[in-house]
């Protein structure tokens, strides 16, 4: 297992996701990682489809932002909670706490990662 601080390991993906390198992005998941990127939703299963998300969620959001406020990390997890700001298709600000469960391999590479968020209204207040 790597000994690199995995909320470093973090911080350099958060690079890569701004910067929308999908090859420097996915070369941190491991090829049969399992990502809920809303939990309650199907996960995905598999690079591929992660691959497909990043896709399709950068085509549809700009100024992305993910903040990450505290953290607890242990052997091959890492546990963060933060909040994610962007603008969607729609040019709405949207903005949101979180909370993720990142798993790690014995290669460093992510091979589960959980998110908890409470997704805001767009149309709240109007």
Not at 17 to 39: C, G, K, R, W
Not at 52 to 75: C, D, M, P
Not at 108 to 113: A, F, L, Q, R, S
């Amino acid at each position: 297992m790597s000994a690199e601080p995995k909320i470093e390991v973090i911080g350099r993906l958060q690079k890569c996701i701004s910067a929308h390198d999908m090859a420097a992005t996915l070369a941190f998941f491991d090829p049969n990682v399992e990502y809920h990127y809303h939990v309650g939703t199907r996960p995905l299963k598999g690079i591929d489809w992660v691959e497909k998300f990043f896709t399709k969620y950068w085509a549809n959001n700009s100024s992305g932002t993910w903040v990450i406020e505290h953290w607890a990390e242990r052997n091959d997890r890492l546990l963060t909670e933060g909040r994610e700001e962007y603008t969607n298709a729609d040019g709405v600000l949207v903005q949101h706490p979180y909370m993720g469960i990142i798993d790690f391999g014995p290669d460093g590479k992510i091979t589960g990662w959980r998110d908890y968020f409470q997704m805001q209204d767009p149309n709240a207040g109007k």
